[in-house]
């Protein structure tokens, strides 16, 4: 099977090598000049994409996203499959996801979780968007690049789940700090806390799995020092984008609005960016009532 992979950075640079080490011919492209293991690097986009049996993104945003679609679609064959992994804005994956249609091919959104760790090691998770006949023919390749890939039905369904479920992270995020924050405050220990909260009705993910106290619960970013894993900077996108969607279909998330606007000083002007998004803790606990 031939693959054209373009955008070969944090992500789409594991991702593709995944695929040469599985045997697979991948032509890949980036402006930014970036290599990885075994792909044969072209010139452009287009070049990437000819003839190749399902061409696979992996950018940056929607804007960008559409200009590198409107370039492949023209060059690449009928039938074949137009697989975008980026994590893109839900109008614009369904707007490319027309285009391809109407050129032919089998267009997919597929946003992933799992992050550079899980591109490296093969185990990302996909939320895969478009008909059931596209979800087969990229089956064999979400199989190389991840654990698990679920088919959340027409275009840009992939997308809405991937910003769906990081609106959730990030408000139970901020909310699992503010409390240990608040804990912190009444001289509560924050184990106390944990072996409470994570065994009660407080239980979550970002508790339980991803716990943004040091030193307690399990190996997590903010026992390094609150390196990334997952950057508030991404989480800010994510957020941002299901505002935008929330907006275009006229839907009432306040949560996921005061999240966005959290995670968006904490980046742009707390120097948060660049910090695991469960450096939302340290924020807080470093705050009083009245800032
Ligand atoms: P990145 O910035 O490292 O990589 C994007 C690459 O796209 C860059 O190498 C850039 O040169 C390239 N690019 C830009 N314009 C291009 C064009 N016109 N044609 C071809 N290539 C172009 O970003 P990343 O961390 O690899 O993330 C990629 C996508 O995956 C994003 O949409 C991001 O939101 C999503 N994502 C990232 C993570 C993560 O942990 N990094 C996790 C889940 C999802």
Known sequence: MNIGFIGLGNMGAPMAENLTAAGLNVT?????????????????????????????????????????????????????????????????????????????????DAPVSGGVGGASAGTLTFMVGGSEAGFATAKSVFDIMGQKAVHCGTSGNGQAAKICNNMILGATMIATCEAFALADKLGLERQAMFDVASTSSGYSWSLNAYCPAPGVGPQSPSDNDYKPGFSADLMLKDLRLSQQAATAVDADTPMGAAATKLYGEFVEQENGSGQDFSAMLPRFAGRNRSQ
């Not at 804007?63 to 060059?75: F, K, N, T």
């Open 28 to 108: 890949g492209y980036d402006p930014a000049g970036v290599t990885a293991k075994d792909v044969a690097i072209v010139s452009s986009a287009a070049q990437a994409a000819k003839n190749a049996d399902i061409v696979i993104t992996m950018l940056p945003n929607g804007d960008i996203l559409r200009a590198v679609a409107d370039e492949i679609i023209p060059s690449m064959a009928v039938g074949a499959t137009f697989l975008d992994c980026s994590t893109v804005d839900v109008e614009s994956a369904r707007q490319v996801a027309e285009k391809a249609t109407a050129a032919g091919l089998l267009p997919l």
